[in-house]
């Protein structure tokens, strides 16, 4: 365990322990219950993101529609929400409708107003010399995630919670674990990612005595702002061995340049496929994000980037239906982390920094064993109530979570 982040923790449970009667009582307290083996089924949970409407991924005109396959095959094997929202139930919170907002409201199933780790005052408790930097969309929460609830309740080793992330979305490396003290690090996912990859690679060179002279530096400084971006320093210590040997394997069958590798929302495609066949999750979130390069102002852009994404989803599927020991034995979830404007006046289309109406409306498709087929919920449910679905669809409480569950869903 990375001592630099147990440090704070340690030191809260011994002034709980202290104010409470110290030693005595804490001997006192029971022995914590031996977990389980988890014997139910694989979720994979894919953001269709980057922010994706309803309008080019489900709606049901061919000419209009971006993700047919989402559409007309695996939206009818299982359960279709068209009218899911983000921050509906009332009261409302007043929430953000952007990316790394609406993965946090995924994995946690609460709506909260979160600001940058820079600007959180227990935070730079906790590391101090922190400063508030402008425009901080590094998030940490103060709940559990999906994969605490998960992994604390069943005996689950870490490289079977996996987080699938783009290299563009580095501040979302980190949502692996909360700051909640009933679980936190011990219980952390792991993450697969072209960032992941080259601060191993770099590290890998470097001790291996690769570089000298000013390319030592460069490639030591090169490091050092890798790791910075590690605000948690997560990796102070390098990466578990199973993830050491996966990029080991990676890097023999692309090579270590980039240049040959998928990128974009294709590489989340790739590392995930691998994943299940190394590593084996039971609990997988895939990231997709590429819809957002719209904000260059081509619609081109975000229109491809939802059938790129379709295709990833359809090779999903069907690597699932290849592997034993994920066929009949896994539920897809599909949801996106936000929505987009429908603004056409618009001089740069489709944007969802504005918490329209329409950045505020998603959609989601369940599909697997246990899921209704063919069903169509034509009500209004929350973004929230996904976390809450997935642990009872595993077999975990998500005590913090929305206790409303897409009960329709479940066959």
Known sequence: MNTRLALPRRRALQTLATGLGGLALARALPAAEPQPDYLGPNVILVRFGGGARPQECINADPNKNFAPFLK????????????????????????????????????????????????????????????????????????????????????????????????????????????????????????????????WLLRRNLAAGKFKDNELKEKQKQLAELEKIDFRREEAGGQIPELTAFWERWSCYYGDTGFVNPRGDRLLTELAIRAMRELRPKLMMVNYQDCDYVHWGIPAHYTRAVSIMDEGLKQLVEAVEANPEYRDNTIFVVVPDCGRDNNPLADVPFQHHFNSKAAHEIFAVLAGPGIAKGAVVDKSVDQIQVTGTIAKLMGFKAEQAESRVLEEAFA
């Open 72 to 199: 007309n095959v695996f939206a009818p094997r299982g359960t279709l929400y068209p009218r899911m929202f983000i921050d509906s139930f009332t009261p409302t919170v007043g929430v953000d409708t952007s990316h790394g907002q609406g993965t946090m409201y995924l994995i946690t199933g609460k709506y909260e107003k979160l600001k940058g780790v820079s600007f959180d005052e227990d935070f730079r408790r906790r590391y101090p010399g922190t400063k508030p930097q402008p425009l901080d969309d590094r998030f940490e929460s103060k709940v559990p995630t999906l994969f605490e609830y998960f992994r604390k309740a069943f005996r689950v080793p870490p490289r079977q919670t996996l987080i699938v992330n783009s290299e563009d979305r580095k501040s979302e490396e980190f949502y692996t674990y909360s700051t909640h003290l009933g679980y936190g690090v011990n219980y952390k996912s792991e993450v697969l990612s072209l960032y992941r990859f080259k601060t």
